[in-house]
């Protein structure tokens, strides 16, 4: 499922023009090639290597996400696609469960295509293993295991629903952007609970 989310990525990437390339993704001060930056790293990152990198950060993952950008941003988004390429099909993992592999691909996917006014079908189990992932996971490592104990997520599209307190409906895709602190999926989400999601704002996590 994650080399599938990195060929429909490819795919999707293959035309675009140097302003689609720089405009804001939905990961703060990141752009669409910043963020596919972000992917070669993750991609090509062993479970040795991020804890080098991790030391090497003094233990501040947004320092190690910047450096990682950097160290894998091409001089042109052709050359970053094209590194993307190269390690699309990797089966290397940082030490974390395997599942957090499908949270980047899906939701960095969203970061790029959501500000192009690009769309894809994402697979209903790549979606609910995320969400699923992200909702077991504390918020101090990137997830919202804290947040579904205060509302109770339905998807509507799928057979999920987790949590407790006030309910949030809305599509399995919306859900999961949401927990992971893009505002820009609350407007697609209804219930009770979403003034709760709203205020708490997911974890805002770029990782």
């Given at each position: 499922?994650?080399?599938?989310?990195?060929?429909?990525?490819?795919?999707?990437?293959a035309?675009?023009?140097?302003?689609?390339?720089?405009?804001?993704?939905?990961?703060?001060?990141?752009t669409?090639?910043?963020?596919?930056?972000?992917?070669?790293?993750?991609?090509?990152?062993?479970?040795?290597?991020?804890?080098?990198?991790?030391?090497?950060?003094?233990?501040?993952?947004?320092?190690?996400?910047?450096?990682?950008?950097?160290?894998?941003?091409?001089?042109?988004?052709?050359?970053?696609?094209?590194?993307?390429?190269?390690?699309?099909s990797?089966?290397?993992?940082?030490?974390?469960?395997?599942?957090?592999?499908?949270?980047?691909?899906?939701?960095?996917?969203?970061?790029?295509?959501?500000?192009?006014?690009?769309?894809?079908?994402?697979?209903?189990?790549?979606?609910?293993?995320?969400?699923?992932?992200?909702?077991?996971?504390?918020?101090?490592?990137?997830?919202?295991?804290?947040l579904?104990?205060?509302v109770?997520?339905?998807?509507?599209?799928?057979?999920?629903?987790?949590?407790?307190?006030?309910?949030?409906?809305g599509?399995?895709?919306?859900?999961?952007?949401?927990?992971?602190?893009?505002?820009?999926?609350?407007?697609?989400?209804?219930?009770?609970?979403?003034?709760?999601?709203?205020?708490?704002?997911?974890n805002?996590?770029?990782?």
């Amino acid at each position: 499922m994650v080399h599938a989310e990195r060929g429909a990525l490819i795919d999707d990437l293959a035309d675009l023009d140097d302003e689609q390339w720089s405009r804001p993704s939905l990961c703060d001060g990141w752009t669409v090639h910043d963020v596919l930056a972000h992917l070669v790293d993750t991609a090509r990152t062993t479970r040795l290597g991020f804890m080098i990198g991790l030391a090497r950060a003094r233990f501040d993952f947004d320092r190690q996400n910047a450096v990682g950008v950097e160290r894998e941003r091409g001089v042109t988004p052709q050359e970053t696609l094209e590194r993307f390429r190269l390690v699309a099909s990797r089966r290397s993992t940082p030490p974390a469960p395997l599942d957090s592999r499908l949270v980047e691909e899906v939701v960095h996917g969203e970061d790029i295509r959501r500000p192009l006014g690009l769309t894809r079908p994402y697979p209903e189990e790549a979606v609910a293993r995320s969400l699923r992932l992200q909702t077991r996971t504390p918020a101090s490592f990137g997830g919202a295991k804290e947040l579904v104990g205060r509302v109770r997520l339905t998807a509507t599209d799928a057979d999920l629903m987790i949590g407790t307190g006030p309910e949030v409906n809305g599509p399995a895709l919306s859900l999961l952007l949401a927990v992971m602190g893009r505002k820009v999926a609350l407007d697609e989400l209804r219930g009770p609970g979403v003034t709760a999601l709203r205020r708490d704002g997911g974890n805002g996590s770029t990782s």
